[in-house]
C-alpha cells in the first residue's frame, strides 16, 4: 500500500509539472502557476537587491536578472520531474544490479532517473522488468520533449527582447530627434511594432524580467512614458499604438490597477527598477 501512494504521488508532481511546463513554454497563453509564482517572487527580491547595490555600492546586477529568473524556472521543471520519476521507481522493485541481485539504492535509482531524464542513459543499475522499462522509455521520451521544447522556449524569448529593446529603442529615439508638432504622428507610426511586442509578450511573459544596462533599451519605462503621453491626448485614442497598450494591460495587467491604460501604466512600474542618476 506504501509502494502504492509513493507511486501516485510521483505521477501527480510528473502531471503538475508537464502542465506548468507545457502552459509556459507551448500554449502561447501565458505562464503556469509554478513558474509563475517562482518568476514573480524572485523578480521582487532580485529588483529590490539590484537597486539597493546600485544606491549603495554603484554595482549593476540589472542583466543577471532575467537569465537567473530563466534559469531558476528551468531548474524547477527539471528537478520536479526527476522527483516525480524517482518517486515511481521506489514505489516497488524496479531497479536492480543484474550481476549480484541487489536492489538499487536511494543514490542509484536517483541517478539512474535523472541519466535516463537527461537521455545520457548511463547507469550502473537496470530496470527489473519489462513493465519497469515500459516506464524508463517513457522517462526518456519526457526528457527529451523538455529538452527540445526548452531550447524553442529560450529562443522565443530571446526574440521577444530584442524585439522589445528595439521598440523601445526607436520610440526613444523618435522622442529625442522628433520636432513637438509632429512627434505624435511618428510615435503613432511605432504602433505595428508594439503590438508585434506585445502579442508576443502575452504568449510568454519572461521576457519582462530581462533588464538591459542602458536605459535607452528599457521597454517596460517606455511603455509607461507612452501610457503618459496617451492619458495626456498627445497620442489619439483611436490609434494602433493606444490601442496596443489597452491589449497589454487587458492582458498582463491586474484588475485592480484600474482601466486597461492604467493596467499597462501598472505594469510597467512594477518591471521598472529605478536608475541612480550618474
Given at each position: 500500500?506504501?509502494?502504492?501512494?509513493v507511486g501516485?504521488f510521483?505521477?501527480v508532481?510528473?502531471l503538475v509539472?508537464s502542465y506548468?511546463f507545457l502552459?509556459?513554454?507551448?500554449?502561447?497563453s501565458g505562464?503556469g502557476f509554478?513558474s509563475?509564482?517562482i518568476?514573480?517572487?524572485?523578480?521582487?527580491?532580485?529588483?529590490?537587491?539590484a537597486a539597493t547595490?546600485?544606491r549603495?555600492r554603484?554595482?549593476?546586477i540589472?542583466g543577471?536578472l532575467?537569465?537567473?529568473?530563466?534559469?531558476a524556472v528551468?531548474?524547477t521543471?527539471v528537478?520536479?520531474h526527476?522527483?516525480?520519476?524517482?518517486?515511481?521507481?521506489?514505489?516497488?522493485?524496479?531497479?536492480w544490479?543484474?550481476?549480484?541481485?541487489?536492489?538499487?539504492t536511494?543514490v542509484e535509482?536517483?541517478?539512474?532517473a535523472?541519466?535516463?531524464l537527461?537521455?545520457?542513459?548511463?547507469s550502473t543499475?537496470?530496470a527489473?522488468?519489462?513493465?519497469w522499462?515500459?516506464?524508463?522509455m517513457i522517462?526518456?521520451?519526457?526528457?527529451?520533449?523538455?529538452?527540445?521544447?526548452?531550447v524553442s522556449?529560450?529562443?522565443s524569448?530571446?526574440?521577444?527582447t530584442n524585439n522589445?529593446?528595439t521598440?523601445?529603442s526607436r520610440?526613444?529615439?523618435?522622442q529625442?530627434?522628433?520636432?513637438d508638432?509632429?512627434?505624435?504622428e511618428?510615435?503613432?507610426?511605432?504602433?505595428?511594432?508594439?503590438?508585434?511586442v506585445?502579442?508576443?509578450?502575452?504568449?510568454?511573459p519572461?521576457?519582462?524580467f530581462f533588464?538591459?544596462?542602458?536605459?535607452?533599451?528599457?521597454f517596460?519605462?517606455?511603455?509607461a512614458d507612452?501610457?503618459?503621453?496617451?492619458r495626456?491626448?498627445?497620442?489619439s485614442?483611436?490609434?494602433?499604438i493606444?490601442?496596443s497598450?489597452?491589449l497589454?494591460?487587458r492582458?498582463?495587467?491586474?484588475?485592480?490597477?484600474?482601466?486597461d491604460?492604467?493596467?499597462?501604466?501598472?505594469?510597467?512600474?512594477r518591471?521598472?527598477?529605478?536608475r541612480?542618476?550618474?
Amino acid at each position: 500500500m506504501g509502494g502504492v501512494v509513493v507511486g501516485g504521488f510521483g505521477v501527480v508532481i510528473i502531471l503538475v509539472v508537464s502542465y506548468d511546463f507545457l502552459r509556459t513554454a507551448v500554449s502561447l497563453s501565458g505562464t503556469g502557476f509554478i513558474s509563475r509564482t517562482i518568476a514573480d517572487g524572485l523578480w521582487r527580491l532580485g529588483s529590490s537587491a539590484a537597486a539597493t547595490l546600485e544606491r549603495r555600492r554603484g554595482i549593476s546586477i540589472r542583466g543577471l536578472l532575467g537569465p537567473s529568473i530563466l534559469f531558476a524556472v528551468a531548474a524547477t521543471w527539471v528537478l520536479l520531474h526527476l522527483v516525480g520519476y524517482v518517486l515511481i521507481f521506489r514505489s516497488g522493485p524496479s531497479l536492480w544490479h543484474p550481476d549480484t541481485g541487489a536492489p538499487a539504492t536511494m543514490v542509484e535509482t536517483i541517478a539512474f532517473a535523472g541519466s535516463t531524464l537527461s537521455t545520457l542513459g548511463a547507469s550502473t543499475v537496470t530496470a527489473t522488468s519489462g513493465g519497469w522499462d515500459v516506464i524508463t522509455m517513457i522517462v526518456a521520451l519526457n526528457g527529451m520533449i523538455v529538452l527540445t521544447l526548452s531550447v524553442s522556449f529560450l529562443l522565443s524569448i530571446v526574440q521577444t527582447t530584442n524585439n522589445a529593446r528595439t521598440f523601445a529603442s526607436r520610440f526613444r529615439f523618435l522622442q529625442s530627434a522628433t520636432p513637438d508638432s509632429a512627434v505624435a504622428e511618428r510615435i503613432e507610426s511605432l504602433g505595428p511594432d508594439l503590438l508585434g511586442v506585445v502579442v508576443m509578450l502575452t504568449a510568454s511573459p519572461l521576457p519582462r524580467f530581462f533588464v538591459p544596462g542602458d536605459p535607452v533599451m528599457d521597454f517596460p519605462s517606455a511603455v509607461a512614458d507612452l501610457c503618459d503621453l496617451a492619458r495626456r491626448g498627445t497620442l489619439s485614442p483611436s490609434s494602433e499604438i493606444v490601442s496596443s497598450l489597452r491589449l497589454l494591460g487587458r492582458h498582463l495587467g491586474k484588475p485592480s490597477d484600474g482601466d486597461d491604460l492604467e493596467r499597462a501604466r501598472a505594469w510597467a512600474e512594477r518591471h521598472t527598477i529605478v536608475r541612480v542618476p550618474s
